[in-house]
């Protein structure tokens, strides 16, 4: 866990637990390959998410792979178009580390291509998992703060 | 054909900036050659070496991912609308 003197970036990522066991169950239910999704949520004028989080999409995992994951094209599309009718964005990717920790990979942070999103982690490597949450820009993580509010 | 391209947060500063452009083709492959011509900066982001439609990019036109259609050679008609966004991947 993060100690007092961590300095986290904007902005704290707001979910429900209603949302927060939908975005672990599809991790869980994904193994033994990595699971991965998409949350959108209502972005600033500056084009940077507030953190509340209005919908999750659990998608396919298009590599069916333990190592990668790409979310499937078809999803991407779908999630992209159902936050758009509500005038809001996709904000962020979640995918799940089977074996290591909830921190972005060497592969995680070259491939990513969105620098206004967020970046969540989960990792199952541990009997509880762990949900973490970064951006990641010009090559560099930063993490943010998660708040689960109660459901 | 007339159609517009929208363009994803990386690839605007290519086009000065622009989140939407105006393009002419026949085929996606003919759209994406054109925009290139006029925003170079947009080389090798669109299309490979090879010719063919980049790895890490999504291409839709009106929602249908070109991959699943024809690639390059997707017909476009006038007031369709080509989508491009980066693939969401990692490991």
């Not at chain 1, 998409?38 to 069916?64: I, Q």
């Not at chain 1, 962020?92 to 995680?108: L, Q």
């Not at chain 2, 759209?31 to 299309?47: C, E, K, M, Q, S």
């Not at chain 2, 439609?53 to 839709?60: G, S």
Request: net charge negative.
């Amino acid at each position: 866990m993060p100690g007092p003197d961590t300095e986290f970036t904007d902005p704290v990522l707001v979910l429900s637990g209603a949302q927060y066991r939908t975005i672990v169950a599809h991790c869980y239910d994904g193994l033994p390959d990595e699971a991965c999704g998409l949350l959108a949520g209502p972005v600033g004028a500056d084009g940077e998410p507030t953190g509340a989080v209005t919908a999750v999409y659990p998608c396919t995992n298009a590599d069916a792979s333990a190592r990668t994951y790409t979310v499937d094209s078809r999803d991407l599309i779908r999630a992209m178009r159902d936050a758009e009718s509500r005038q809001e964005d996709l904000v962020a990717v979640f995918h799940s580390h089977t074996h290591s920790d909830a921190y972005p990979s060497d592969t995680d942070v070259r491939q990513a291509m969105e620098p206004h999103w967020l970046y969540v982690l989960v990792s199952l490597r541990h009997a509880e998992p762990v949900l973490r949450t970064y951006r990641i820009r010009d090559g560099r993580v930063a993490e943010c703060e998660v708040v689960v509010a109660d459901s | 054909m007339s159609v517009e391209v929208r363009l994803p947060t990386l690839l605007r500063p290519h086009a000065g900036g622009a989140a939407s452009v105006t393009a002419e083709g026949a085929t996606v492959g003919d759209v994406f050659h054109g925009l290139i011509d006029r925003y170079p900066g947009l080389a090798g982001n669109l299309v490979d070496d090879a010719g063919q439609l980049h790895k890490f990019v999504n291409v839709y036109r009106n929602d249908d991912d070109i991959r699943y259609l024809d690639q390059l050679d997707t017909k476009v008609a006038d007031g369709d609308v080509i989508s491009v966004l980066p693939a969401v991947a990692g490991g």
